[in-house]
């Protein structure tokens, strides 16, 4: 049997860029995924917003990461993903949101996070068109952006491919052998693989894999909904983020792509918890005239296709990252609430020193830790 260093379960938004990281250590990966090739499970469902406009100091530094490692992909590795450096906009028109972001400027600036809060009239130059009535500013990241998912995907495949990162395709991890508490061999259904590490990058099934051991990860996928128009010419550079909920819907988000079509997602109330990725009837009544409500000049477009895909969530919004404390030689990064594709490229390189050099980042390990206190809340989840 051939033995590698490390073995990855998933091939998605967490999988690759780690496999890649990893092989850029020297170490021999392996990443086995159930499905037929890479970026087939929830990546391929992700819009494309990429930022570190967050709440919490650890996303915040990990989207800071993903974001530097971005914007190289195409002068130092010729690889372009079609990343658009347009900025996050929260527009708002609620005083108390107002006030709840303001006080979050404080957190995001120490955390080192490029964010202002700006008036009326700087929102309107920034989204020419955005409904006055009501508005009261808002907060804009210029270094946040959107990109390709599929592009990513792809990009990452490739260079892990020739870093010497072996994929299994169609091959599902079924459990593990251990001696003396130490992970020895991953068990799958098309045999067995031995390997002193095991990343568990597995998305909504990162709970399933956690019980093979015994440990118990809380991360319970919903579903979500998301939809592109044609394209037309560019009108919009930032992704727009409205956080003011309603009696169906709490967030939605939308922006223009590199190509022109409007990409935009809602986060439906009460969530739709389980697997289900079949698209709905309800999604475009319920987005559309939220949409058109902040932003009229959207009426015209033409929807071309909606699609669903599943957020792996914690009760806490935040990610699961660190070492099972059960077993040796595994390490849990699920959990990332819809974020994988933003946070995927930052924690990839966190992920790698931590196993290659044994490097811990401690404030990420603290913070995200699969034993911590779940009780609270990441504002900007």
Not at 9 to 27: N, Q, R, V
Not at 101 to 128: D, F, S
Not at 357 to 379: I, K, M, N, T
Request: proline share 7%; glycine share 10%.
């Amino acid at each position: 049997m051939k033995y590698y260093d490390v073995i990855i379960i998933g091939a998605g938004s967490i999988g690759l860029p780690t496999a890649y990281s990893l092989a850029k250590e020297g170490l021999r990966v392996a990443v086995v995924d159930k499905l037929p090739s890479a970026g087939q499970g929830q990546n391929k469902a992700a819009i494309g917003g990429i930022r570190a406009t967050h709440s919490d100091p650890a996303k915040i530094k990990i989207g800071k990461a993903s974001l530097e490692f971005i914007r190289r992909l195409k002068p130092e590795l010729g690889e372009d993903v079609d990343f658009v450096e347009g900025g996050y906009l929260f527009p708002v028109y609620d005083p108390e949101i107002e006030n709840s972001l303001k006080q979050l400027l404080a957190v995001q600036k120490n955390a080192g996070l490029n964010i202002e809060w700006l008036g009326p009239k700087a929102v309107q130059e920034i989204v020419p068109g955005i409904r006055e009535k009501g508005l009261l500013g808002g907060t804009f990241s210029p270094n946040d952006g959107h990109l390709s998912s599929l592009k990513l995907a792809g990009t990452f495949f490739r260079m892990a491919l020739r870093e010497g990162v072996e994929f299994l395709f169609n091959t599902e991890a079924v459990g593990f052998e251990q001696k003396k508490q130490r992970i020895t061999i991953v068990k799958t259904t098309k045999g067995s693989l031995p390997t002193s590490w095991v990343v568990n990058a597995a998305g909504a099934y990162g709970r399933e894999v956690g019980l093979m051991v015994g440990t118990e990860l809380p991360v319970y996928p919903d579903s979500h909904e998301a939809g592109v128009t044609e394209p037309v010419k560019p009108f919009v550079k930032p992704m727009i983020v409205d956080t003011k909920p309603d009696e169906n819907s709490d967030n939605y988000y939308f922006y223009q792509s590199k190509d022109g079509s409007v990409i935009f997602c809602i986060t439906p109330r009460p969530k739709r918890i389980g697997i289900d990725t079949r698209s709905t009837s309800e999604f475009l009544p319920m987005v559309i005239p939220r949409m058109l409500n902040l932003y009229p000049r959207l009426r015209h477009l033409k929807v071309r296709r909606i699609w669903r895909g599943l957020y792996p969530n914690t009760p806490d919004g935040r990610p699961i990252v660190g070492y099972d404390k059960n077993v040796q030689g595994l390490f849990h990064a699920v959990g990332m609430c819809g974020q994988g594709l933003m946070l995927g490229p930052g924690l990839a390189e966190i992920i790698a020193r931590a196993i290659s050099e044994g490097q811990q980042d401690h404030e990420v390990f603290a913070e995200l830790s699969p034993y911590r206190d779940f009780s609270g809340q990441e504002l900007l989840e």
